[in-house]
Structure formats: structure tokens, C-alpha cells
């Protein structure tokens, strides 16, 4: 059974960086496109960036130029490095099987970031 750990959110003001992880165990990582999501508070949750097994990327334009997605395949990690930022980046982050999301989504990790 696939499970998705997000970790490395918090608080920070706009301008500042954050790097968020997520630890995948149950499938076969290094052959899995994934993607991170996000959903702030009364929206519908959105796709940030995807990362395919070859290590290509895309970003939401919202977020280009300033987040990094990544990939350790030796580790069965994901990262997402957060730079530049803004209040609107505030949001719940979530990782997952991208394409074809996974039924089941973990706990998620909060970034909120101030004015």
C-alpha cells in the first residue's frame, strides 16, 4: 500500500525559502512520475509541479523561477525547493502520483507565509 509523508513546511515571511520533502513507500519510486499539489484555504486543491521519472519537470506559471522540484530515486524522496516566497504561496502541500493521483493522499504540510 503506497504511502506519501510530506514534511518541511512552516512559517516564514515573504521572501524566504523553504525546502519540502516526501518520503513515498509501497510503490516502485524510480518509475513513478510525481507531482507537488497545494490547496489553500477555500480553494480547490492545484497542481504546483510535476516531475517525471526521467527527471523532467514543469511548474505552474505561479510558481516558476522560484520553486524546484526534485528527486532522489536512491531514496524514495521528492523535494520540492520553495524560493522567493509570497503570501499567496500559503497553502497545505501534498505529494502524489502524477499523472493518475493515487486514491489515497497523506497528511499534507502547511506552509504559510506572512506579508
Known amino acids: 500500500q503506497v504511502q506519501l509523508v510530506e514534511s518541511g513546511g512552516g512559517l516564514k515571511q515573504a521572501g524566504g525559502s523553504l525546502r519540502l520533502s516526501c518520503a513515498v513507500s509501497?510503490?516502485?519510486?524510480?518509475?513513478?512520475?510525481m507531482g507537488w499539489y497545494r490547496q489553500a484555504p477555500g480553494k480547490e486543491r492545484e497542481l504546483v509541479a510535476t516531475?517525471?521519472?526521467?527527471?523532467?519537470?514543469t511548474y505552474a506559471d505561479s510558481v516558476k523561477g522560484r520553486f524546484t522540484i526534485s528527486r532522489d530515486n536512491a531514496k524514495n524522496t521528492l523535494y520540492l525547493q520553495m524560493n522567493s516566497l509570497k503570501p499567496e504561496d500559503t497553502a497545505v502541500y501534498y505529494c502524489n502520483r502524477r499523472p493518475w493521483p493515487y486514491d489515497y493522499w497523506g497528511q499534507g504540510t502547511q506552509v504559510t507565509v506572512s506579508s
Open positions: 516531475i517525471t521519472s526521467y527527471g523532467i519537470t
Open positions: 509501497g510503490t516502485i519510486f524510480s518509475i513513478t512520475g
